[in-house]
């Protein structure tokens, strides 16, 4: 059986945004939001943390997780210990530490110490402020004037004694803590659908500035997607109008966000965000956000390299940017291409808005060449004596004739339609390789095109 292997994650409340507090009813509501917010970090890192250990509870104003069965499965301590002071920041980690108990961890944690497990846990309890255990700090004033100072000497004075005075909480609390009773923990459990929402602390009247506060809410989000080893591809952000809104104004608005690959990255989602509320403009001041995963799909963890890498947390992957791009310049000015499978050069590709539709199955490789740029539409030739020339000199041709023929079915409306043409690669003095094609127009007369360049 493995020993027992307690980490506590903290996080640190945020500033609830710069809104001076102009009463001391603002200044309630203002706190009021920075626990909500704190609350909602909590529950993101303890949702996020199921994906290591399903022995993960909620402890004071900590999360702590239980990972003793699970150190082999993820490469031994230190490097899950690496693993989640990386990821967890993101999600609002300001501190961790590990012991054999909860309790003992928490108190490490609040004290600004990591390693309780290098030495005996209670030399490294004793030293200790009494602060660094709740049920001690309820009476340090007292404690204090008996002149105990650390948890060392707290824990010195006649037991009995202590536990008249002070009552048997603080004689448990130090049983937990230094691992001589057993601790009991309701465990986390996982919602089937993430929903949540989060109440402002003042009205805001600009859509950018809402991002601040929905930021919490996207991590919650990913927390919830990072221990159901899924990613979220659409999402709905709502929003409730203030009261005193205009009488033509609605009740609520939402924004739908779209991503064109599953993620649970707080940091593009983030951003992606903010794209979108940078280009609304709200109706009415907003007093309550909401946050709903509409569609999930499956992402399980990708297999790390072999290969030493120093990954850049500034550089973005190229499909992130992409989709950020396209919400800020418009579908139709980023666009990706699409292989088709058509005889039919103009045909053999298609562009449409990024992302475009799911991708096809590979299309077969042609049997002639490909130039790298063709000419919309294709320029026709001088052939004197049914020899082509192009930019006043003669072509040397390379190749046998490639014959084409297709597209009876298209019609006009759908490209070309109906093309027989014999494609041949051509060689100019002054342009390199040329693909070009003779086309038969009516009876005897036929005519050359230049249809693509080689690089």
Known sequence: MSSPHWL???????????????????????????????????????????QFTPRVARLEEAVVLEVGASLRLFGGAQRLHRRLWREARALGLSGMAWAPTSLGALALARAGQHEGLAGPLDELLDALPLACLSAAQTHRAMLLRL???????????????????FGDGLLLALDRAYGHSAEAHVWLQLPERFEARLELPFRIEHAPALLHHAEGLLRQLCGWLAARQAGVKRLTLSWQHDAMRGRDVALDGALQLGTAEPTREPRHLSRLLGEHLARLELAAPVGELSLRADEIMLKPEQAASLLPSAPDEATEALPQLLERLSVRLGPAQ?????????????????????????????????????????????????????????????????????????????????????????????????????????????????????????A
């Open 334 to 454: 980023v666009r990706a291409g699409q292989l088709l499978e058509d005889h039919r050069m103009e045909l053999m590709q298609r562009w449409q808005p990024w992302p475009g539709p799911a991708r096809p199955a590979a299309a077969r490789p042609p049997l002639y060449p490909q130039p790298a740029w063709l000419l919309e539409p294709p320029l026709r030739l001088d052939a004197p004596r049914s020899q082509p020339r192009y930019l006043g000199q003669p072509l040397q041709l390379l190749s046998r004739p490639q014959r084409v023929e297709g597209g009876w079915w298209a019609g006009q409306a759908g490209g070309p339609g109906l093309v027989q043409r014999d494609y041949v690669l051509a060689q100019s003095a002054q342009a390199g390789l040329l693909w070009i094609f003779q086309q038969r127009l009516s009876g005897e007369e036929s005519a050359w095109f230049l249809h693509g360049v080689f």
């Open 147 to 165: 002149g105990c100072r650390r948890l060392g000497q707290l824990r010195a004075l006649p037991r009995r004694a202590l536990g008249r005075r």
């Open 8 to 50: 506590a994650l903290l996080a640190t409340p945020r500033d609830s945004g710069s809104e001076p507090a102009a009463s001391a009813r603002a200044a309630q509501m203002a706190q009021a939001a920075r626990v909500a917010e704190h609350e909602a970090a909590l529950r993101a890192l303890g949702w996020w943390a199921l």
